[in-house]
């Protein structure tokens, strides 16, 4: 199992399962702004992943080479070897259990940025919004609380094993040892509270499912038993979302977009995939992420198609947020910071990309 990110080109056609994409929930996130009033908290995308790893590899080094140490220096046998390997297993095993609420912790995050922007648009009035706000800080403090008993064990084991370091070395000639191993061990323990559970559950956990899945998804498309067979649960799919309760002011800016470019006649707005070929014509883009297009967001011109020429249309249920597949963070991120968007669009933007996102998890709380 590779210990590099997942990347794009690796997911393919690939259909995510919902219980992969709950495993990527607990990995490190770092909130990104997108327009003025919207911050997305991350789903489905890591921060920080290289940083964690080479911590947790560096933790590693440590707790072996004090075991090296100790051995050439005390000539400790075997149950000595024994056991420091057992404690350091413990230490990891306490890391990952450590980790664990973060889950809830970032499924919590996801429900404020949410709350968040409706308080600021007024869809929900800003003291109901207040009081809900509240209401997952207090369980996202609940939860932190949960982490205590699992820190307190990590601290106790650094200090046991630094107390049995210096007993062992007082009467040798070693003058440095006996201090500088504790403080090693207290890096360690440092990086077991901070790292370590973020490593594991982005590379054992989150990419072990993801291979696993990968892998199945491969053979089954190698054992087609026809070409007819219904590929919607393997391969990906495009999703043509509707943009519901546009706010009237990007309602019209988005409007004078679309006027613009059918006035123009620009044929690269339009579809052109060959998947659809019928299809295709009848939906404007109007907006596209520059990496592989993956995400759009589109305008339904076929619905307009037999209305008179001087006839108002309702253009409130025209708008679309498509993706093949799984809208990951990056893709949501390249649409909102292409060009064409401005600040109140890409927070209304990254607020239904995160609703969709939501949507993909298989638990919920």
Avoid at 115 to 139: C, L, M, P
Avoid at 233 to 254: D, G, S, T
Avoid at 347 to 359: K, M, R
């Amino acid at each position: 199992m590779t210990m590099r990110p997942v990347t794009n080109r690796e997911i393919g056609n690939f259909r995510i399962p919902p219980s992969v994409l709950d495993n990527w929930r607990p990995t490190r996130k770092a909130p990104r702004k997108l327009g003025s009033i919207f911050e997305h908290p991350r789903i489905f995308s890591t921060v920080g992943y290289r940083a964690d790893r080479n911590w947790f590899i560096f933790a590693l080094i440590i707790e072996a080479a004090t075991i090296l140490v100790s051995i050439f220096v005390i000539e400790f046998d075997f149950i000595y070897v024994s056991v420091a390997c057992l404690v350091v297993a413990i230490d990891i095993i306490f890391a990952f259990l450590l980790h664990k609420p973060q889950d809830h912790i970032n499924k919590l995050r996801c429900s404020i940025a949410l709350n968040d922007y409706r308080g600021k648009t007024g869809s929900v009035d800003k003291i109901t919004a207040g009081d809900i706000a509240n209401g997952f800080e207090d369980e996202i403090k609940k939860t932190q609380r949960k982490k205590i008993f699992f820190i307190a064990v990590i601290i106790l084991v650094a200090i046991v094993k630094s107390i049995g370091v210096m007993i062992a070395l007082s009467d040798d000639d070693a003058v440095l040892l006996p201090y500088v191993i504790p403080i090693l061990f207290c890096l360690t323990a440092y990086v077991h509270i901070k790292h370590t559970g973020y490593f594991l559950s982005e590379w054992y956990v989150f990419r072990r499912s993801f291979y696993k899945e990968r892998k199945k998804y491969f053979k089954d498309m190698a054992n087609l038993p026809d070409k007819n067979t219904d590929l919607t649960e393997l391969v990906r799919v495009e999703q043509k979302v509707p943009l519901p309760n546009i706010p009237p002011v990007l309602k019209a800016e988005l409007d004078a977009l679309v006027y613009k470019i059918k006035v123009n006649k620009e044929p690269g707005r339009r579809f052109d995939e060959k998947r659809e070929p019928k299809e295709s014509s009848d939906f404007i883009t109007l907006f596209k992420n520059d990496n592989n297009s993956n995400v759009r967001i589109v305008y339904d011109d076929s619905k307009n198609s037999d209305a008179p020429e001087n006839e108002v249309v309702d253009t409130s249920s025209r708008y679309y947020l498509t993706s093949w597949g799984r809208i990951l963070d990056d893709n949501l991120f390249d649409l909102v910071d292409g060009a064409g968007m401005n600040a109140e669009l890409k927070s209304f933007i990254g607020y239904n990309g995160l609703l969709i996102q939501a949507q993909n998890f298989q638990t919920h709380d």
